[in-house]
């Protein structure tokens, strides 16, 4: 069965240093890949997305994401991180549903990030 | 940029009573969602439809119901609300695969 897994429930940082979140999927096939943000009260907000193609992605607000199929991981990365980045991350893998092409989304239970000054 | 509305931030009802949520999108998008979160178990699928009049239960359908009657307009109903129903209830819309989700409603059933 399809699955997602974050292995970290919460992460603190401190401003201005480097974030890895990580992902982990089981899927048969070759996967889509998402990671979504939800500030709190809020919706999710698509940062970035793996189809296929180049295995390092590029996403909004500066984070890139890397999809391994050996480790079957999509771990997501920001080189510095800012105070407004503290909130909930949701990685996520798209199972198509039957032949039609239909995909829904698979989430994993989320990483809350949290960020000190 | 792609919007999706739901009809309410903040919901408070009553054990037994029938609960709509509504859920808009303006984007022509064949593809609609109803996810409820919880925390520590992230979103999961309640009921979704690609098409009008058409629905597709998803991982936890029980307790609910969906109707779709036009192309943008999905709308969750808990027919008789239950206290483990209180939770965010999040929609969304997608073309194909991608989801583009709406501001989410707390409902909280007393």
């Known amino acids: 069965a399809q699955s997602v897994t974050q292995p970290d429930i919460h992460i603190t940082v401190s401003e201005g240093a480097s974030l890895e979140l990580r992902c982990n999927y089981s899927?048969?096939?070759?996967?889509?890949l998402f990671w979504y943000v939800q500030s709190p009260g809020q919706g999710l907000q698509l940062l970035l997305k793996?189809?296929?193609?180049?295995?390092l992605v590029q996403g909004i607000k500066g984070f890139e994401a890397e999809f391994k199929r050996s480790q079957s991981s999509f771990n997501l990365r920001k080189p510095s991180v800012h105070w407004s980045d503290a909130a909930e991350y949701f990685c996520?893998?798209?199972?198509?549903?039957?032949?039609?092409?239909?995909?829904?989304?698979?989430f994993g239970a989320g990483t809350r990030l949290a960020v000190h000054p | 940029d792609v919007k999706v509305t739901q009809s309410s931030r903040y919901l408070v009802k009553r054990t037994g009573e029938k609960v709509f949520l509504e859920c808009v999108q303006d984007?022509?998008?064949?593809?609609m969602f109803w996810y409820r979160q919880d925390p520590g178990l992230g979103l999961r699928l309640i009921y979704f439809?690609?098409?009008?009049?058409?629905?597709e239960k998803g991982d936890i359908p029980e307790g609910y119901s969906v109707s779709r009657e036009k192309k943008e307009r999905f709308s969750l109903i808990l027919e008789s609300a239950s206290t483990n129903q209180t939770s965010m209830y999040l929609c969304?819309?997608?073309?194909?695969?991608?989801?583009?989700f709406g501001p989410g409603t707390r409902l909280t059933v007393l």
């Open positions: 899927y048969g096939a070759t996967p889509y």
């Open positions: 969304a819309s997608s073309p194909r695969v991608e989801q583009f």
């Open positions: 439809s690609y098409d009008v009049k058409m629905k």
């Open positions: 984007m022509d998008h064949e593809n």
């Open positions: 793996y189809f296929s193609g180049d295995t």
């Open positions: 996520a893998v798209g199972a198509l549903m039957f032949s039609g092409g239909y995909n829904k989304l698979i």
